[in-house]
């Protein structure tokens, strides 16, 4: 149980177009879920939360209106990188938190970006 | 990551065990985490501590934590060829965001 899925695994695209990136969580109900980045070798940087219903929350230094994020559903999360540019490719990796064992994150295999 | 941090490389030999340490700034983190991440993949739960614990064992796994001194170690009981991958270390930071270490990259040699 706790899988969560992500769509695409991979993606190249041009620079300037956006691109979106799914995060499912297929067996529970998702009441959170978290984006982040990860550059090579580095660690996981959270970009922002999501409620189901609500807007994100995002860090600090995350702009919102270049990361779109939407949680439509209790299984559902989309990250739209909009206008992206070469610096915006790395690795993002979504995770998902549920009603039971809250206390617990479990995350998604991470969608590899590059921008040319 | 910065308030959480860990050694960057463990090389141990394939039947030892593993040590991973950890260190965390906040003292009111109410659960610490063992993730393992292998190449180009996510990051899989290994283990976690509830804060008022010292010590949790699951299988190969034993979790030692210092709360004084807030420290966090995991430890791989005979350590095995497919253990090799990066364990990072994270601290709930309410809400239960978490906060991570850079990830120890830990190399299992023959």
């Known amino acids: 149980g706790a899988v969560v899925s992500q769509h695409p695994s991979w993606v190249i695209c041009k620079s300037g177009t956006s691109v979106k990136i799914e995060c499912r969580s297929l067996?529970?109900?998702?009441?959170?879920m978290f984006w982040y980045r990860q550059f090579p070798k580095q660690s996981l940087m959270l970009m922002a939360t999501?409620?189901?219903?609500?807007?994100?929350?995002?860090e600090q230094g995350v702009e919102k209106d270049k990361f779109l994020i939407n949680h439509a559903s209790l299984t559902l999360s989309t990250l739209t990188v909009t206008s992206a540019h070469p610096e915006d490719s790395s690795f993002y990796i979504c995770s998902a938190r549920g009603r039971e064992r809250s206390n617990e994150q479990f995350f998604g295999p991470g969608t590899r970006l590059t921008v040319l | 990551g910065e308030d959480v941090e860990q050694s960057l490389f463990l090389s141990v030999r394939e039947g030892d065990s593993s040590v991973i340490n950890c260190t965390y700034t906040d003292s009111s983190s109410t659960y610490l985490y063992w993730y393992k991440q292998e190449p180009g993949a996510g990051l899989q739960l290994l283990t976690y501590i509830f804060s008022n614990m010292d010590m949790k064992q699951d299988q190969r796994l034993t979790v030692l934590l210092n709360k004084k001194d807030k420290h966090l170690s995991l430890r791989i009981a005979d350590t095995q060829t497919g253990d090799s991958a990066i364990y990072f270390c994270?601290?709930?930071?309410?809400?239960?965001?978490?906060?991570f270490g850079a990830g120890t990259t830990v190399t299992v040699r023959a």
């Open positions: 994270a601290e709930s930071i309410g809400d239960y965001k978490l906060s």
């Open positions: 067996d529970f109900q998702a009441t959170t």
């Open positions: 999501s409620n189901e219903g609500s807007k994100a929350t995002y």
